[in-house]
């Protein structure tokens, strides 16, 4: 009965460390993805490259909020945002967890303002 408990629990333990880092996982991709687009977007309007990073979110299945920002100054690209995933760490329990992220990246040549 004892080694059943103990069998059991790290079955649970092994299914929650599973499930958050698969989303870790996936964030960690998606911040690589944004940091791309900052680095090489630099002929991209503010706007566009906005739309390049939901484009990139949805490619991952993140949902992104609509509080992405991107901000441009000298040789800087700023992308700034965030997003809540649902981390089932046990079986009947979801956590809501939110993912923020911030992407500065220097650009040699400028903004191509």
């Keep these: 009965m004892k080694a059943l408990l103990k069998l059991a629990l790290a079955a649970l333990i092994t299914y929650g460390a599973w499930n958050a880092g698969n989303a ?11 940091e ?3 680095q090489f977007g630099t002929k991209l309007s503010d ?8 484009e990139a979110a949805a490619q991952r299945s993140v949902h992104l909020s609509d509080s992405v920002t991107v901000r441009r100054d000298n040789d800087h690209t700023f992308v700034d ?3 809540t995933e649902p981390i089932n760490v046990l079986p009947w329990y979801a956590y809501a967890y ?3 992220f911030h992407v500065d990246t220097f650009t040699v040549g400028g903004s191509g303002k």
């Design 24 to 34: 870790w996982l996936t964030f960690v991709k998606f911040r690589d993805d944004v």
């Design 47 to 54: 706007d566009a490259l906005r739309a390049k990073v939901f």
């Design 36 to 38: 791309q687009l900052a």
């Design 81 to 83: 945002g965030s997003y």
């Design 98 to 100: 939110t993912f923020q």
